[in-house]
């Protein structure tokens, strides 16, 4: 077609979406696009108009990978800083790895694991993975095919780059998972790529693929993911046949509890069930086997097994706790919970509880100053101030505060106390971006809030979290 001829303004939708699907992504076929009425589209058409705005977004994004590597560097930087030992004349070095990434992360309001993958992302691009950034940047395969990829080649052989001759091996096992990888991600789904990407991984790296599985066994794990609604996902990493083990043998116990429930008490059961939607799913019932099973609450649990204590925070005002007004209550590291919630929980006579007494401002809700005058943080400032801040104060880090170490905001050297006002909870990294990185801590206040100032001076509030 000759574009030099072709009336845009005046043809109609249809006719300028099937010339552009062809055509690479640049910013004219982007003004062009934005120029079509979308109200106006045909079904046919509009399908066409999301392929042309798929492979612009791919281009978009291969531009803004190209920019992260002038902010982050090229290549990974490990920055060394000499420190002294307290009471000693020992020197001791810590290494900080891309120090630049909070930069990047607080900028763009990302996580720093997010902020990381990018990173990592755009120097395989620019490097060793270069086809498939070339594929990106003509749309030809998305973002998501390019994470496939990308994960694909964090699993190759040499992929550390240390010295010259894994920088060479990691370069030939790249060009291969391209090589084969690349054309279904061009054509496929995402899934069809990473199925494939899987394949050619154990062609290239039998041995390795081997040594990985053993090595992921130190990734297991087991965590908790908040939703919505009161209800949580419970994660647990484990080796893929134990994982299986454990849902068949859950799935068992749900089974046979639900079929011995519906022989000895179907009469009642029926009676009770006027409308078949409250009859439990097979998921609710494989979600009450686990916790049974573990809780060793309801029946055929094993009366010998070891009898486990768990731990939770609750904190709750003590009118609401009483029922006398409507406020709110909190599980530590979950977030809001409803009130009547914590106290059907601490009505239930199987739970013990403890009950700790946190003052908190009546006005505000955070939790209230009291003081300290000793460099040590004493046990009960270090809970005061676990309790108050609830994760680490670094913008947007979400690691627990009783997992961090409790920092001086300003210097106990340089004459910060040892209050409230001036103590926090960092975890490890951004303890030592603030320590040796350039990362300051510019204001800090008694309820938490605290202001940051970035190595490039831009500023970052940390806002209180409220307690009810």
Wanted: charged share 25%.
């Amino acid at each position: 077609m000759d574009f030099e001829h072709f009336d845009f303004l005046n043809a109609a939708p249809g006719e300028v979406l099937a010339l552009l699907v062809d055509v690479e992504p640049s910013a004219w076929v982007m003004s062009t696009l934005c120029s079509i009425d979308r109200s106006r589209l045909s079904d046919v058409e509009a399908v066409a108009f999301l392929q042309v705005h798929q492979r612009l977004t791919a281009w978009l994004a291969a531009i803004g990978l190209a920019a992260v590597l002038p902010a982050a560097s090229a290549e990974p930087l490990v920055e060394e800083f000499t420190v002294l030992v307290p009471d000693s004349d020992e020197e001791r070095t810590i290494r900080i790895a891309d120090v630049r990434r909070e930069e990047l992360a607080c900028a763009l309001r990302l996580p720093a694991s997010v902020a990381q993958q990018r990173i990592d992302t755009a120097r395989l691009l620019a490097g060793p993975l270069a086809a498939t950034g070339d594929a990106l940047a003509v749309g030809d395969v998305t973002e998501r095919h390019v994470a496939v990829i990308v994960e694909a080649a964090g699993r190759l052989p040499g992929r550390w780059m240390r010295d010259p001759h894994e920088t060479e091996v990691f370069t030939a096992a790249c060009a291969e998972l391209q090589c084969r990888v690349l054309s279904t991600a061009c054509r496929g789904t995402v899934a069809q790529t990473r199925a494939q990407a899987r394949r050619v991984l154990l062609a290239i790296d039998a041995a390795g693929e081997a040594r990985r599985r053993r090595e992921a066994h130190c990734t297991r794990d087991v965590y908790v993911a908040d939703e919505l609604d009161g209800i949580s996902t419970l994660i647990a990493r484990l080796s893929t046949e134990t994982a299986h083990a454990i849902l068949t043998h859950i799935t068992a116990h749900a089974t046979s509890h639900a079929t011995s429930h519906a022989t000895g008490h179907a009469a009642a059961a029926e009676a009770d069930r006027p409308d078949a939607r409250a009859r439990l799913t097979a998921g609710e019932r494989r979600a009450q086997a686990l916790a049974a099973l573990v809780l060793r609450t309801g029946t055929g649990t094993g009366s010998d097994a070891p009898q486990v204590r768990a731990h939770v925070d609750l904190v709750i005002d003590l009118p609401t706790l009483l029922a006398l007004e409507d406020g709110h209550a909190e599980l530590r590291g979950a977030g809001p919970v409803p009130a009547e919630v914590v106290r059907d929980l601490l009505a239930d006579p199987a739970v013990a509880v403890t009950i700790r007494r946190l003052v908190t401002d009546p006005l505000t809700g955070h939790l209230l100053d009291h003081g300290r005058r000793t460099y040590q943080v004493p046990p009960a400032l270090r809970d005061f101030i676990v309790a108050r801040d609830r994760t680490c104060r670094f913008p947007g880090c979400a690691r627990r505060a009783d997992r961090c170490q409790i920092d001086h905001a300003d210097p106990w050297t340089d004459g910060g106390t040892t209050s409230p006002a001036n103590l926090g909870a960092l975890c490890i990294r951004h303890h030592q971006l603030k320590t040796h990185a350039g990362w300051q801590i510019t204001h800090s206040d008694p309820d938490g809030g605290c202001t940051w100032t970035s190595p490039q001076g831009r500023v970052y509030e940390h806002a209180p979290p409220l307690i009810l």
